[in-house]
């Protein structure tokens, strides 16, 4: 997916339901939820809703509640009349009346405080909001469209969210699949970052991935979803810097670095006094039926991946994996890395 071309990249059912079911309830005037992890189009959901409405030349006004103050967050909702509070030197309208005959897209809804809460049920269900330091309501025509990462019943039931605010939003619930689920789209979305960032760039080709490089960033679970992607993969093609071979490193943490600053470490961390290396993470080591392949295919990744971090400077490779010249150059013969 990419923001400023308004497009939506991805091929796999669970995703394109997502988008069907926003066409069809764009024509609506009624209030929709979209829920989603980070990273995984909420407002571009939030766009083709307005977009596809019989409200596209109006305005479409965005709010992210969690970005203010509770203090702050009512009167940029609702407006505020001058000398309503201290600093407000003149009268000033809220997002709903600047969304009038529009959109309003309140971004993480689930952090508006129960006062807010009360004050956006009222404008839902009358139309109506009244600015603060004012007695005198105004008559709105917006349509909501609200989006969390929350678990909204769930906080309903714990008495963090508006239960009957909760039923006005969800007239229809559009929630968007995480990158890791959505099959085949990786890929898709990867070649597409890629292109983008290797025409500007200027890059004369687009050399690809390296086969090694496209089975790592499938697997990779991906918790900041097509954002997270995007940088990974932008990253990678500016740092490659070479279009005449496939980009053969990755890397999906930008802060990872032998010299980023230690974390500090706890008095009660200090107790053993163990100083054995860390052990691995542990894989899924039930599906394992011939060690030996295993071993070798674990071995070849640590290959690749090191190789192309290293730009296949072999010298560089061998101190960063603590072996001699010729050692690794054995490892890359027996795994056929040298073609």
Request: glycine share 8%; proline share 6%; aromatic share 8%.
């Amino acid at each position: 997916m990419e923001r400023e071309t308004q497009q939506f990249i991805g091929q796999s059912g669970a995703f394109l339901d997502a988008v069907e079911r926003a066409s069809r309830a764009a024509p609506m005037r009624r209030p929709v939820l979209v829920i989603g992890e980070r990273g995984t189009g909420k407002e571009l959901i939030a766009e083709r809703l307005h977009r596809l409405s019989d409200r596209w030349e109006e305005p479409l006004v965005t709010m992210n509640c969690a970005a203010l103050p509770e203090t702050l967050i009512e009167a940029e909702l609702f407006g505020h009349e001058a000398g309503a509070f201290t600093g407000a030197t003149r009268a000033r309208a809220g997002r709903f009346e600047e969304a009038d005959r529009g959109t309003l897209f309140l971004d993480e809804v689930g952090t508006l405080s129960m006062a807010a809460q009360e004050r956006l049920l009222r404008a839902v269900e009358y139309g109506e909001v009244t600015r603060i330091g004012s007695s005198r309501p105004v008559r709105v025509d917006t349509r909501i469209v609200a989006a969390t990462n929350e678990n909204l019943p769930a906080l309903a039931e714990e008495g963090r969210f508006r239960a009957d605010l909760l039923d006005r939003l969800c007239f229809e619930v559009i929630t968007l699949p995480p990158l890791r689920v959505r099959e085949g789209d990786i890929d898709v979305l990867a070649d597409y970052f890629g292109r983008r960032m290797a025409a500007e760039v200027g890059w004369e080709a687009w050399p690809g991935f390296a086969p090694h490089v496209r089975q790592q960033l499938d697997s990779y679970p991906w918790p900041g979803n097509v954002r997270e992607l995007r940088n990974v993969v932008e990253r990678a093609v500016y740092r490659w810097g070479d279009w005449g071979e496939p980009i053969a490193h990755v890397q999906f943490d930008p802060f990872d670095s032998p010299w980023k600053p230690a974390a500090p470490v706890r008095p009660a961390d200090r107790g053993g006094e163990d100083v054995s290396p860390p052990r691995p993470a542990r894989g899924d080591y039930d599906t394992v039926a011939d060690l030996r392949a295993a071993v070798d295919a674990h071995e070849r990744a640590i290959l690749e991946h090191h190789l192309g971090r290293n730009r296949w400077n072999q010298r560089q490779t061998a101190k960063a994996l603590g072996l001699t010249y010729d050692q690794l150059r054995h490892c890359i013969r027996k795994h056929g890395l040298s073609e």
